[in-house]
């Protein structure tokens, strides 16, 4: 089965799946060790952890498609790849859905804010008018290949113009063409509640460790009719920590002594990466002496 058809059919189980976020390859195969359906290949971590820089609409297109083709190397799982506003108009939109179909996403995320992009949740973010993000919703779903590869489409409308223009917008986006939809930073569990209960498509529910949305729980968001649900960042942010208290530890101390419960083995490292299949790889390609 085609990446894309098990994304298509995991969205369609409505049962609040869990898509934990990676921001490059190595995280990727974390995920997929764990034993997780799908990774979201996340923005924010991608511009946090490669630039070093905040989500602020700051990476390009080809370095999200260079991503994501090392991701779809490294794991055999689907990828949900967000695309912030695809990069520019409903023109530039057929150029993205192409590049980031053909680098092996099997979802693509497409947001209403306006370029350059906030994180959603961080404030002063600015949505375009519904007409222009449904004609670029349109582009999106004429441009793929694959008619499987499931196009999200997002509103941050909900802390700009409040939930009933959200979902107003994402009606509109369903009517475009969006194979699921994605109201991104509601603030009251009620809100979140409504989202899944008056849409009609798929919808994706987005958590952020510190951020706007509560987080009942997969029970409870299953309950509600949640199709999937995104932890975009929670990798990132444990990596961080660990990074600041191990390398802290380094310099205070000028040994790994006091934290060495805190690494990884050097054998863990490299099953990580699979150096056992690379291994075989060398041993059946080796040169004859």
């Known amino acids: 089965m085609r990446h894309t058809q098990q994304l298509k059919r995991l969205l369609a189980r409505r049962a609040a799946v869990t898509i934990p976020g990676a921001a490059n390859a190595l995280f990727a195969r974390v995920i997929e060790d764990l034993g997780f359906e799908a ?12 630039l070093g820089v905040p989500d602020l609409g700051l990476t390009t297109l080809p370095e999200v498609a260079g991503q994501v083709a090392a991701m779809a190397d490294a794991v055999a799982l689907p990828l949900v790849v967000d695309a912030d506003t695809g990069f520019g108009n409903a023109v530039n939109m057929v150029r993205t859905i192409r ?24 404030a002063g973010k600015v949505v375009i008018p ?27 409308a909900a802390a700009v113009e409040g939930i009933e ?9 369903i009517e475009a063409g969006a194979d699921a939809t994605f109201v991104e930073a509601p603030t009251t569990l009620a809100d979140l509640a409504r989202i899944p209960a008056e849409l009609p498509s798929p919808q994706i529910a987005n958590i952020v460790f510190g951020g706007r949305t509560p987080d009942p729980g997969r029970e ?10 995104l932890y975009a960042n929670a990798a990132l942010q444990a990596a961080l920590r660990a990074c600041n ?7 205070r101390d000028g040994s790994l002594a006091a934290v060495a419960d805190r690494l990884a083995s050097f054998e863990e490292r490299q099953r990580a990466v699979a150096k056992d299949v690379w291994d075989g790889r060398e ?4 040169t004859a002496t």
């Open 283 to 286: 041993a059946r390609y080796r």
């Open 99 to 122: 590049t980031l179909e053909r680098a092996g996403a099997a979802g693509i995320q497409i947001e209403d804010q306006v370029f350059p992009k906030k994180c959603g949740h961080f």
């Open 165 to 173: 223009a959200a979902i107003a917008r994402a009606h509109a986006f």
């Open 39 to 50: 990774v979201y290949v996340t923005g924010a971590g991608f511009a946090n952890m490669s």
């Open 130 to 156: 519904s007409d222009e993000m449904v004609q670029k919703i349109k582009a999106a779903v004429d441009s793929r290949h694959d008619q499987d590869l499931q196009i999200i489409a997002r509103t941050d």
């Open 245 to 251: 208290e191990v390398l802290g530890a380094l310099k």
């Open 220 to 229: 409870r968001l299953t309950e509600m009719g949640f199709s999937a649900v």
